[in-house]
């Protein structure tokens, strides 16, 4: 949940060795992930030629939550262009801040009902957050285990190339040993 509660990854696009973080990567597909999962967040748009697109707007430094695009659009401007600045509670992507939690709750008297739907409305947003966290971290888990097993089967593959290696070194160490005997053997006889 940290990608979700602590949002600094989304400055930090390019370590400082020039190259990608890693975090950002990861929480972008994250962030899009929950875009796309907040049905007030996205637009269902029919192409000219018939095609169903999905689109989110770009939050990206050029676009500015201005425009629409579709997932792979918006997944490339963020990684070229990065986040637009001080945008940290998503609102144009269906996230309603705490701090508007905290407002409501001066109407709480006289419309309770609209807050409960809105409660309601949140904590089944955080819900299904925490779970499709879950459902990442167990395919992450699978993904790590399957490659620790990888690595072992290679490590075990490397070991035995090393021991061939060590018995050749010793077996030529041992031939030239043998040859070097045979004709001081073969001349004294
Ligand atoms: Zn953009």
Same mark, same amino acid.
């Given at each position: 949940m940290e990608w979700f509660t602590d949002r600094?990854?989304? &400055? &930090? &696009?390019?370590n400082s060795d020039g190259y990608y973080n890693m975090k950002y990567c990861e929480n972008l597909n994250l962030f899009l992930d929950f875009a796309y999962s907040n049905e007030t967040a996205v637009d269902r748009r029919v192409t000219k030629h018939g095609r169903i697109v999905y689109e989110i707007k770009c939050p990206c430094f050029k676009c500015q939550n201005v425009f629409y695009s579709s997932r792979e659009k918006v997944h490339k401007h963020l990684l070229k262009n990065g986040f637009m600045d001080n945008y940290t509670t998503w609102h144009a992507h269906g996230e309603t801040s705490i701090h508007e939690v905290g407002q409501s709750s001066n109407t709480m008297e006289v419309d309770a009902d609209a807050d409960d739907d809105y409660d309601n409305g949140y904590r089944r947003m955080v819900q299904q957050m925490k779970d499709k966290i879950v459902r990442l971290e167990e395919e992450k888990e699978i993904e790590r285990l399957e490659k620790e097993k990888e690595r072992a089967e290679k490590l075990a593959m490397m070991e035995q190339i090393e021991e061939n290696t060590v018995t050749n070194a010793q077996m030529k160490h041992q031939i030239e040993f043998l040859l070097k005997n045979i004709p001081k053997n073969s001349s004294a006889s």
């Open positions: 600094q990854w989304m &400055k &930090k &696009k390019i």
